[in-house]
């Protein structure tokens, strides 16, 4: 099924993974996520295959998952990993997220693209395939971009498959595929 909006993607209760097809410096479409995670406190997990921006900053919600963190960083909220081409180790750390934190999890990863750079096209769709089960059955949502630009159909449709939403379009104008 698919339809447009220029609105905040509202996610059903039982979607839990969303892909978005978009550049990757474009602003990702906003997300209602209360009809999975309620309206409460939420605890979004940072999940990064590259450095860092300068500057970054962690609130007090966030748990980062990367390759290395800006000193200073509370280490009780920074789960660090090996690199981008260990997905075992991004596989761990993000086990060690849903055993540490206690409510409802928003966990949103780099770009899908940044790390096809890194990994080959079977070992990330396993990671994702993999991920996207885990944060169903955690009641969790999983959020992700990949550049369409940046990649052949073959790929974004591969890329595509584990995800329960795919928003595509630009400038405000999506459409919304779900499964």
């Given at each position: 099924?698919?339809?447009?909006?220029?609105?905040?993607?509202?996610?059903?209760?039982?979607?839990?993974?969303?892909?978005?097809?978009?550049?990757?410096?474009?602003?990702?479409?906003?997300?209602?996520?209360?009809?999975?995670?309620?309206s409460?406190?939420?605890?979004?997990?940072?999940?990064?295959?590259?450095?860092?921006?300068?500057?970054?900053?962690?609130?007090?919600?966030?748990?980062?998952v990367?390759?290395?963190?800006?000193?200073?960083?509370?280490?009780?909220?920074?789960?660090?990993?090996?690199?981008?081409?260990?997905?075992?180790?991004?596989?761990?750390?993000?086990?060690?997220?849903?055993?540490?934190?206690?409510?409802?999890?928003?966990?949103?990863?780099?770009?899908?693209?940044?790390?096809?750079?890194?990994?080959?096209?079977?070992?990330?769709?396993?990671?994702?395939?993999?991920?996207?089960?885990?944060?169903?059955?955690?009641?969790?949502?999983?959020?992700?971009?990949?550049?369409?630009?940046?990649?052949?159909?073959?790929?974004?449709?591969?890329?595509?498959q584990?995800?329960?939403?795919?928003?595509?379009?630009?400038?405000?104008?999506?459409?919304?595929?779900?499964?």
């Amino acid at each position: 099924m698919s339809s447009a909006t220029d609105e905040r993607v509202a996610l059903h209760e039982d979607e839990s993974s969303v892909l978005v097809h978009g550049a990757a410096l474009a602003p990702r479409p906003s997300f209602d996520v209360t009809a999975r995670l309620g309206s409460g406190r939420l605890t979004t997990v940072d999940v990064r295959f590259g450095r860092l921006p300068p500057g970054f900053e962690l609130d007090a919600e966030t748990r980062l998952v990367a390759p290395s963190a800006p000193a200073g960083l509370d280490s009780e909220r920074v789960y660090s990993v090996g690199g981008p081409d260990s997905l075992t180790e991004y596989g761990v750390a993000l086990t060690r997220v849903f055993e540490d934190v206690d409510g409802p999890i928003l966990v949103e990863l780099d770009s899908l693209t940044a790390l096809l750079q890194h990994a080959t096209l079977d070992a990330v769709f396993r990671f994702v395939h993999v991920l996207s089960g885990r944060v169903d059955r955690e009641q969790a949502v999983l959020v992700a971009s990949i550049d369409p630009g940046a990649h052949d159909e073959q790929t974004l449709a591969t890329m595509t498959q584990p995800f329960d939403v795919a928003v595509t379009g630009e400038d405000g104008a999506h459409q919304i595929r779900r499964r």
